[in-house]
């Protein structure tokens, strides 16, 4: 039941849903879960990217989200949640999958080979990641940008992963990050999102609010609502900044969005491989590339530019950490990466003063090395 729903410039319809009747509380596990308005402390040693005073952005005039711009706004005691229209259920194959991710093949366990199958079924990846440690949560500054989409069956996400299980079948992941998906929301806008999985993507788990599970506490910010601005090739550079850490107590999953925003949590009582840590994250972007006329898809990954060609033009991740036992952000340590084909999609990791630990991704898809 929403208290009144605001209309966004793009179209879409944000209800203002009173806190104890958003979708979370249906799940079984949550029936009697009471909700967390105070979130836990933040991990100690947060790193944010310094900005010279002309990248500057004045907090007053800064509106990461397309729907801030109505006047309205959600008041205390609510969330927003993006309305879920008929058109969205028809374009969806199955009305019990709509807003869940098609199932993907098992992972073996060996970190070289989790992605490497995911190409019979069109998914391609550029990442970088981390294994051998328990992580307790991660950060990155994830550039934004909107790459094209060839076939409306296809999307591009950039996002980051939480992992932990024997990836046979009882996978639990926690994602957050930006995705363009017009099966999903019906157009090619650029739009913030989550996901989490306790069982390899088969069952369990969904996009945003499309399901119960992830618990919202902000009145600020909706999922899988358009992001505004994003980022222009050779122009001015936007970013989103995005931290998921484990609170040591309660054992919830939370989320921040920027530097100011708690947004919610994932309850510990949806998991359990993730019950008590990571032992894996990933920061990046994925394709599906379902091959129009046997040929590669041209659908664009980060910016569509390729990690050589740096900043302005190549979309990036910055400041890389993770969350240890102790609730510190911490540099990542061994850096790997991964890419299926990087005649397609690449990814470059770096590191300087500024951005601590990063990375430039992406690519155009079909090209003369790509076919």
């Given at each position: 039941?929403?208290?009144?729903?605001?209309?966004?410039?793009?179209?879409?319809?944000?209800?203002?849903?009173?806190?104890?009747?958003?979708?979370?509380?249906?799940?079984?596990?949550?029936?009697?879960?009471?909700?967390?308005?105070?979130?836990?402390?933040?991990?100690?040693?947060?790193?944010?990217?310094?900005?010279?005073?002309?990248?500057?952005?004045?907090?007053?005039?800064?509106?990461?989200?397309?729907?801030?711009?109505?006047?309205?706004?959600?008041?205390?005691?609510?969330?927003?949640?993006?309305?879920?229209?008929?058109?969205?259920?028809?374009?969806?194959?199955?009305?019990?999958?709509?807003?869940?991710?098609?199932?993907?093949?098992?992972?073996?366990?060996?970190?070289?080979?989790?992605?490497?199958?995911?190409?019979?079924?069109?998914?391609?990846?550029?990442?970088?990641?981390?294994?051998?440690?328990?992580?307790?949560?991660?950060?990155?500054?994830?550039?934004?940008?909107?790459?094209?989409?060839?076939?409306?069956?296809?999307?591009?996400?950039?996002?980051?992963?939480?992992?932990?299980?024997?990836?046979?079948?009882?996978?639990?992941?926690?994602?957050?990050?930006?995705?363009v998906s017009p099966d999903l929301y019906g157009d090619n806008n650029t739009?913030?999102?989550t996901y989490w999985t306790s069982d390899a993507y088969q069952a369990t788990?969904?996009?945003?609010?499309?399901?119960?599970?992830?618990?919202?506490?902000?009145?600020?910010?909706?999922?899988?609502?358009?992001?505004?601005?994003?980022?222009?090739?050779?122009?001015?550079?936007?970013?989103?900044?995005?931290?998921?850490?484990?609170?040591?107590?309660?054992?919830?999953?939370?989320?921040?969005?920027?530097?100011?925003?708690?947004?919610?949590?994932?309850?510990?009582?949806?998991?359990?491989?993730?019950?008590?840590?990571?032992?894996?994250?990933?920061?990046?972007?994925?394709?599906?590339?379902?091959?129009?006329?046997?040929?590669?898809?041209?659908?664009q990954m980060g910016s569509g530019h390729f990690p050589s060609e740096g900043?302005?033009?190549?979309?990036?991740?910055?400041?890389?950490?993770?969350?240890?036992?102790?609730?510190?952000?911490?540099?990542?340590?061994?850096?790997?990466?991964?890419?299926?084909?990087?005649?397609?999609?690449?990814?470059?990791?770096?590191?300087?003063?500024?951005?601590?630990?990063?990375?430039?991704?992406?690519?155009?898809?079909?090209?003369?090395?790509?076919?």
């Open positions: 039941m929403s208290t009144f729903t605001l209309q966004s410039p793009d179209g879409d319809v944000i209800d203002c849903v009173l806190l104890s009747h958003q979708p979370a509380l249906d799940h079984p596990k949550l029936r009697n879960h009471q909700i967390q308005m105070e979130p836990p402390m933040l991990p100690e040693g947060l790193r944010h990217k310094t900005t010279t005073e002309e990248e500057k952005i004045d907090g007053s005039m800064f509106k990461p989200q397309l729907w801030h711009y109505v006047e309205q706004k959600c008041p205390p005691g609510t969330i927003p949640i993006r309305r879920t229209t008929e058109n969205d259920l028809l374009r969806a194959e199955k009305i019990n999958r709509y807003g869940k991710k098609n199932q993907r093949p098992f992972y073996p366990p060996q970190t070289a080979l989790i992605h490497s199958s995911l190409n019979e079924n069109g998914h391609q990846h550029a990442i970088t990641y981390v294994e051998g440690d328990k992580y307790y949560g991660a950060k990155a500054e994830i550039n934004v940008w909107a790459p094209s989409i060839e076939m409306p069956n296809e999307f591009s996400l950039s996002q980051l992963w939480l992992l932990a299980g024997s990836f046979e079948g009882d996978l639990n992941s926690i994602e957050a990050g930006w995705q739009r913030l999102f788990g969904c996009y945003n609010l499309l399901c119960s599970g992830f618990v919202q506490i902000s009145d600020q910010i909706a999922l899988g609502a358009t992001i505004s601005p994003l980022s222009g090739y050779g122009g001015r550079q936007f970013d989103i900044d995005i931290l998921i850490w484990k609170d040591p107590r309660a054992g919830n999953w939370w989320m921040s969005f920027g530097q100011n925003c708690v947004l919610g949590y994932w309850p510990a009582a949806l998991f359990t491989n993730l019950a008590e840590a990571a032992t894996m994250v990933e920061w990046g972007g994925e394709v599906v590339n379902s091959e129009p006329g046997s040929r590669h898809t041209s659908t900043f302005g033009r190549a979309s990036y991740f910055s400041n890389l950490q993770i969350v240890d036992a102790s609730n510190n952000l911490q540099p990542p340590g061994n850096l790997n990466t991964f890419s299926e084909n990087a005649a397609c999609y690449d990814v470059e990791n770096g590191y300087n003063s500024e951005w601590g630990y990063y990375f430039y991704y992406g690519g155009p898809g079909y090209n003369d090395r790509c076919p």
